[in-house]
């Protein structure tokens, strides 16, 4: 892997993607100690941009990046400028940001899942909401410019808004004449128009976004005559072609109206999409979405982990120097940088100064330097004379340290030292300029082994409610099919001792239980007398015991089976075990046709594994067995969540069992 090219304190590991707002990468910000954190770093470079206008805007905004925490924003990590470039980093986020996911959807014919899109709406306006209650400088935090590139999805499923620092400089660049066709239809008119921010801005990004989502189609940049309301009205979902359901239709008219007529604030906004998503029975989940992210990206996901174990591997620069303030007489244009520099492509440059600006630099820490060794001489020099006691061998010596320090060098004389350092011959050895490429290369390691474990644990935590479940459902299943077959133990019989017709002698290397030994009958020939010792006490043992009744078994309570368990109420239950009856559907409404499917006259059959509970209703649903594709699968699951069954019962009592339904699509 090559090296990685330098930006400012940054190595840019890899360029992730461009849009109108500029380049976004995968960085690592080196430090004096190394590697000191992997970031997702925003290079405002976009088309027409003006750099050094937008830093003048948003230079002193660094405090809102430390005040903004919540889990649905971009947690800032840094805020600055190299040359003319503004640039925001954050915590690295292993996704996509919302422009690029709904531009695979539309690629891929998978339209965003009607559930998805609630969800990405709810949680956007969580964070606006959020920071709508934290105050910097005594004023709330409102964003101002939500559009999709500051909108990232993770690949677990999370939402997170970035860009609060730098969006009043992009709303004042906007009201100055820049601006991109793609991100007009996000922003309000009146922030278009160069309006101060006001609540109700975010609310119109907001429904702009939703209205996206839920129709795959982008909102036209410029409202019709009579405003959005009719083309709102005659809207259809992109998954199933069906129109817009009407509570969120209304919601959409509120947030595209004039400011006058618009939900007022993004809190009051997601108040009223979260009372939708309850009234109307939506139950998006993170895991979900963390789904439908993986098929979309799935390759891309698998190409950045092997990127990301090559980066642990890879060679890196000795040390990266601090940005170096261009200077006043730059050879190039402002305009011209850009080209110069291969910024656009990927290829930042690094931020070393030239020779020649190295040697104009000021002369002052020389100055330093010599007043430093000055110093040293004048305090060696008192210590001798204070200590008088010392022998001619002392002043000696003390003299020979002090002379070197004493006479003053010029510019050309000037030993190649840091600036204020003593004589190299009195200091010793000298330190080391920074850290080796081992060490940064293992800080690089530390950091991405950091950030799998911190991802292994978030999707272990999404996964951990499913486990645990599932876990329960065997736990049930097992305990449901021993329970009839399972019977109390009895107590083991003994059988009286019936006489040998052959005389027969216990083996003395088996031991058995009294009621299986072989009875030993005396031989009428035979005389206690005439046989040897040893035999002659085994028989009488052996008679002994015969001529003894069995002595009593008694079981322990502890070996007792106890009584089978009632089943209950809302027990779960494996469908097909005795006495159980499978829940029945009663009503399976009509599942919507995915639009692109329809088109091209598709037909598919989904199995769905439904979890119904004892009132008939369900609570889970998920697909079982090969993917159908074109949207057939959310469908079908969405049709599934909606039905309504008989509840399966176990022994007449109502009870949770899992089935299976088949739905079919055919055009």
Known sequence: MNIPEEFGNYLLLKKLTEDPLGETFRAGKVGKEGMEQVVLLRVFNGKGMDGEALWQKVSGRAAVQ?????????????????????????????????????????????????????????????????????????????????????????????????????????????????????????????????????????????????????????????????????????????????????????????????????VGDAVSWHKALSKLMIDGHYSPTTFNLAFFMHSLFRDEIERENREIEAERRMDVPQRVAAPVPVPAAAPAPIQDFRESTGVRQGTLPGVQAPVAAQAARSKAPLFIGIAAATLIAVGAGAWVVLSGSGGKETQAAAAANTVPSAVPMNAAAQPAVMPGAMDPAAAGPAAPAGPSPEEI??????????????????????????????????????????????????????????????????????????????????????????????????????????????????TAPATQAPAPRQVQTGDLVSAGSPGSVAPKIRVLPDPRYPTAAQKMKRSAEVAVRVLVDESGRVLDAER???????????????????????????????????????????P
């Open 66 to 262: 430390q005040a903004l925490r919540s889990p649905n924003i971009g947690s800032g990590a840094d805020l600055g400028k190299v040359r003319s470039f503004p640039y925001a980093a954050y915590d690295y986020i292993s996704g996509k940001n919302l422009a690029t996911v709904l531009a695979q959807a539309d690629r891929q014919g998978s339209p965003v899942p009607t559930d998805h899109a609630l969800l990405i709406a709810e949680r956007l306006a969580l964070a606006l909401a959020a920071a709508a209650e934290t105050r910097v400088q005594d004023e709330r935090v409102l964003h101002g410019f939500v559009a999709p590139h500051l909108v990232m999805i993770s690949n677990e499923g999370e939402t997170r808004l970035v860009g609060f620092e730098v969006a009043p400089g992009l709303r004042a660049l906007t009201a100055g004449g820049w601006n991109d066709e793609a991100l007009k239809p996000y922003l309000a008119p009146e922030a278009l128009a160069g309006a101060p921010i006001s609540k109700a801005d975010d609310v119109w990004s907001l429904g702009a976004i939703l209205y996206e989502l839920l129709t795959g189609e982008r909102l036209p940049a410029t409202a019709p005559a009579g405003g959005f309301g009719a083309l709102i009205d005659g809207a259809m979902l992109a998954n199933d072609g069906t129109p817009l359901p009407a509570a969120v239709a209304a919601l959409l008219k509120k947030s595209l109206a004039p400011a006058d007529q618009r």
């Open 624 to 666: 079982v067995g090969n993917k159908a594709g074109m949207g057939f699968d959310e469908a079908a699951v969405e049709a599934a969540r909606r039905a309504s069954f008989q509840p399966a019962t176990k022994d007449g009592v109502r009870v949770k069992m899992w089935t299976t339904v088949r739905i079919k699509f055919t």
């Open 441 to 554: 290369q293992a800080q690089i390691q530390a950091m991405f082994e950091a950030r799998s474990q911190e991802m292994e644990a978030k999707l272990k935590t999404q996964y951990d409610d499913r486990i645990k479940q599932l876990q329960q459902q065997l736990q049930d299943s097992k305990r449901a099919a021993a329970e009839p077959v399972r019977q109390p133990e009895r107590p083991a019989l003994v059988t009286p001792p019936e006489p040998s017709p052959t005389p027969a002698e216990p083996k003395p290397t088996l031991r058995q239980e009294p009621a299986a030994a072989a009875p030993v009958i005396p031989s009428p020939n035979l005389s206690a007398g005439s046989q040897q010792p040893a035999a002659g006490t085994q028989q009488e043992a052996a008679r002994t015991t015969a001529s003894q009744p069995p002595a009593p078994v008694t």
